[in-house]
């Protein structure tokens, strides 16, 4: 029988798309056998590299993917009474505003499980069991730190930023500081409700500050902000400086059970990225979709060897109808 050979070669985000069986997953996590999907191009699916990427060799082949698709937000409007999310001030807490969280349909603290948050411990777990190696195999300190960059603006990095650190934050056995190194756009503190004031970019420049003073303790259990600070235009000499070193070593000895995640600013766009991959031990790349062409992918990740274990996440993807992940497992059908 005569095989056709095909008009071009499938892309790389098309071959990730199709090494994931989505359905055997499911069933795994969940008891619900959904539907086998079909090999469909990668406006159908959405995937999470789970296995390290070694730049500038990209070879995604045998990669593994996990799923965050965007129709599973957090429910808005008033589901979530005010006793469930909204813990008692302690007073030296900072209060995040889960109304926000909920409106921007991000994971919400205190709230019932829903299929976003699901996803997002599938994402954490494989983040948490690398991390083991790391510190095993490498660096203890980079083991601890984790930078989410993206190859554009307006992919979705800092939403998974801080859905990322809302999903560690909820682990029994460790503390996680969000730290806000995106420094020419920052936008973490606004989107959890809070007031912005000094942070990493004035510990960087002036040697007197203690940069733990600058650390914003929330209400959510675990959970610690550092924003970006006052902005200058030696931001990438900042990060660059030796004067880092000592303020992330500050860092994680203020607190051992502490994990970093690193907001920075888009690889393509600013310099920074590639400066703070060097200090990290993990990176999770953020590539959207409908919009991040292939091309940018492999820049992306050229600029971040500095890295040797870069994740993929792959953004704002809808998933083939019927073939709902999480979303009939917690109640949230499609009628």
Do not use: W
Not at 111 to 120: D, W
Not at 275 to 287: C, E, F, P, S, T
Request: aromatic share 4%.
């Amino acid at each position: 029988m005569a095989v056709t050979k095909p008009d071009r070669e499938p892309s790389l985000l098309e071959r990730a798309a199709k090494v994931y069986d989505f359905g055997a997953h499911a069933r795994a996590r969940t008891g619900v056998v959904p539907p086998v999907l079909p090999e469909t191009p990668v406006a159908d699916t959405r995937v999470v590299a789970t296995e390290p990427v070694t730049a500038p060799a990209l070879d995604f082949t045998d990669a593994t993917f996990l799923a965050i698709p965007e129709e599973l937000r957090a429910p808005v409007g008033d589901e979530f009474t005010d006793e469930v999310y909204y813990p008692e001030d302690s007073g030296d807490t900072a209060r995040i505003d889960r109304g926000m969280l909920a409106g921007n349909g991000m994971i919400v603290p205190g709230a019932p499980v829903g299929p976003l948050a699901e996803e997002f411990r599938l994402i954490k777990r494989q983040l948490l069991i690398a991390s083991a190696r790391i510190a095993e195999s490498d660096s203890p300190d980079k083991a601890r730190m984790i930078l989410v960059c993206s190859a554009r603006p307006e992919d979705g990095k800092t939403f998974c930023a801080i859905n990322l650190a809302l999903s560690i934050a909820a682990e029994r056995d460790t503390e996680v500081l969000l730290v806000d190194a995106d420094v020419a756009k920052p936008d973490i503190v606004k989107q959890l409700g809070l007031i912005d004031g000094p942070g990493l970019l004035d510990a960087l420049g002036d040697s007197r500050i203690d940069v733990e003073d600058m650390v914003i303790h929330t209400d959510v259990p675990h959970l610690s902000i550092l924003p970006a600070g006052t902005k200058t235009a030696m931001d990438t000499e900042l990060l660059a400086s030796a004067r880092t070193k000592v303020v992330i070593a500050r860092l994680l000895v203020a607190n051992p059970r502490r994990i970093i995640i690193i907001d920075s600013p888009p690889a393509l766009a600013a310099s920074a990225a590639s400066v703070l991959a060097m200090r990290v031990g993990q990176v999770m790349l953020v590539v959207r979709a409908d919009r991040t062409p292939e091309s940018e992918l492999r820049a992306a990740v050229n600029i971040l060897d500095g890295c040797e274990h870069i994740q993929l996440v792959l953004n704002a993807v809808s998933f083939v109808q019927g073939g709902a992940r999480f979303g009939s497992y917690y109640g949230q059908e499609s009628s």
